[in-house]
């Protein structure tokens, strides 16, 4: 079964408003997750990278305050898309970092996706 | 900077019948490289990995080889099955680092196996 969910699997809103998207990781802790966007026939593309009880590291061109990412528990990351316009329409996803107890090893974990649609 | 590439989609095969998905990567030292699979309305799995040079990732029938030489990283089925079709992904990350989250992706390529 799934051991990382994302909330809502779609949405719809509106030009202007603010959607929020949860990534949470079911069965284990998580320090680090991270956060994709994907372009329809692209690839994958890293947005930012949450840690938890810190502030997010944001990839270079990806626009913070539009994309803002709080990691507040061991289990839970969001994403919130504010003053959303239709060119952030896109699939979203979210993956978390289940650590091993060998240093420096573990794997990682995929949700689902978020499909935002802003009309 | 680091970049994947795979063949253009969609792949259509009949069951049974062999497949192999080409992707080349380009990046400095020695990335880790990874097929991730996505099956419709789920998540992206890891299919399998390898982590240097010459090795062989397999899983479920799957395989790839690292080609440092070609820096590629094919994945091959003797025989698929329709309950292979899905998007799969190859993908590296940077060698050296600490946590294998950074991940740069290729764009994908859609399989459909018709029975």
């Known amino acids: 079964g799934a051991v990382v969910s994302q909330h809502p699997s779609w949405v719809i809103c509106k030009s202007g408003t603010s959607v929020k998207i949860e990534c949470r990781s079911l069965d284990f802790q998580a320090t680090t997750m991270f956060w994709y966007r994907q372009f329809p026939k692209q690839s994958l593309m890293l947005m930012a990278t949450s840690n938890e009880g810190s502030k997010a590291t944001y990839e270079q061109g990806v626009e913070k305050d539009k994309f803002l990412i709080n990691h507040a528990s061991l289990t839970l990351s969001t994403l919130t898309v504010t003053s959303a316009h239709p060119e952030d329409s896109s699939f979203y996803i979210c993956s978390a970092w289940r650590e091993r107890e060998k240093v420096n090893t573990g794997e990682l974990f995929f949700g689902e996706g978020s499909r935002l649609t802003v009309l | 900077g680091d970049s994947v590439t795979q063949m253009e989609g969609p792949v259509t095969l009949s069951e049974e019948a062999f497949l192999t998905i080409n992707c080349t990567y380009t990046?400095?030292?020695?990335?880790?490289l990874f097929w991730y699979v996505q099956y419709p309305g789920e998540g992206l799995q890891l299919l399998l990995k390898a982590t240097k040079a010459d090795d062989k990732g397999s899983n479920k029938g799957f395989e790839a080889t690292y080609r440092k030489e070609t820096t590629s990283f094919h994945l091959e089925k003797g025989s698929v099955q329709v309950s292979d079709s899905a998007v799969y992904f190859c993908a590296l990350v940077k060698a050296g680092g600490t946590s294998y989250g950074k991940l740069t992706f290729g764009q994908g390529t859609i399989l459909t196996v018709h029975p």
């Open positions: 990046a400095t030292g020695y990335p880790s």
